[in-house]
């Protein structure tokens, strides 16, 4: 409770200190963004290095100056996420906050952890995921689910050419599914099919845990219809989120309502997320903040990226399984 207690602290106290920020790549960073780090409290901008121009936000000529500047630094352009830039960045025992590490690989980001670990720096990664309302709402009913269900469907669309089924549809669901299970993964099967596309256009991954646990994910990029729905089973517990329509849905059965229907059984609990006109900022602001919360406190982010290897050594299985099991009518 006294640990807590002090941690609340320290927290609340560092919301009145201003953490010099700096700002390398453009990417999705603009004024939408510039704005939000401008009203965080405890966040000063320094400037930015390589950046998209934008009033009130100083250019500034080179990496090192950025670095010397800043005791904090955002990476919002997965372009700007070389392995040397951001090595350098903690080197010099700068905190780092990177939107996406698509360009470094797993040995790089290997040594980016063990660098963040000998500087003492927080080291958070972009995933947004975790931080969605639902998880709040989810966490009264003290999830550990059995079975997983997840489909994610984009609608059909001639010029998704380049949209990779794994990496820019499932990705996300292979996070929630290592989030709430809460358990090692035992075992990765996946297989896909070529329906319209030479590569997979239709994949589906079974990913066993530890605990019992078994995720069962699908993505398709030549759907009829956008759907993104994800279902948890536990014991006396059903849980699904609708994230185009924001809804989460809550049915739990406690054993003592002798009153339902043969149709019907359980609590039903439904909760509709309000929509942000802009979800990217939104979550961004939730992202900074647990970034600047765990400097303060001095604790691993909640997207740390030993996390980030995880999802990254789980995608990485079911490619491996998808270069035995693709097949293509192509």
């Known amino acids: ?95 780092l906050y990177i939107e996406s590490p698509s360009l470094c690989s797993r040995q790089d980001l290997r040594n980016l952890e063990m660098l963040a670990y000998e500087s003492h720096t927080i080291l958070q990664i972009g995933l947004k995921q975790r931080f969605y309302n639902f998880y709040n709402d989810l966490e009264k009913y003290a999830l550990v689910p059995r079975i997983i269900d997840s489909n994610r469907f984009m609608k059909f669309n001639k010029n998704s050419t380049q949209l990779s089924v794994i990496d820019d549809l499932m990705m996300h669901d292979i996070d929630v ?15 896909a099919v070529g329906v319209y596309y030479k590569d997979p256009d239709v994949v589906n991954a079974r990913i066993e845990f530890y605990n019992g646990c078994v995720a069962n994910l699908s993505a398709s990029k030549i759907a009829d219809k956008n759907k993104h729905l994800t279902k948890f089973f536990q014991n006396n517990t059903y849980c699904s989120i609708d994230y185009l329509d924001q809804m989460l849905h809550v049915q739990s059965n406690n054993g003592e309502d002798n009153n339902q229907s043969e149709e019907h059984w359980g609590i039903k609990t439904s ?55 693709f097949i293509t009518n192509a």
């Open 271 to 325: 909760y509709n997320q309000s929509k942000d006109s802009d979800g990217y900022i939104s979550i961004l602001e939730k992202e900074l903040e647990s970034f600047y919360n765990c400097i303060a406190s001095n604790s691993e982010p909640d997207a740390s990226i030993s996390q980030y290897l995880q999802l990254k050594s789980v995608s990485d299985k079911i490619k491996e399984q998808l270069e035995r099991n």
């Open 1 to 95: 409770m006294f640990l807590a207690r002090l941690k609340n602290d320290i927290i609340s106290y560092s919301r009145n200190l201003s953490l010099k920020t700096g700002i390398i790549g453009s990417g999705n960073f603009g004024s939408k963004a510039l704005l939000l780090l401008e009203k965080m409290e405890n966040t000063e901008i320094v400037g930015g290095y390589d950046s998209v121009p934008l009033d009130n936000l100083n250019a500034i000529d080179s990496l090192d100056e950025l670095i010397a500047l800043s005791e904090a630094v955002i990476v919002l352009d997965p372009i700007a996420t070389s392995y040397e830039s951001l090595a350098e960045v903690i080197r010099q025992g700068k905190h």
């Open 177 to 191: 599914s290592l989030k709430l299970s809460a358990s090692e993964v035992k075992s990765v099967y996946a297989t």
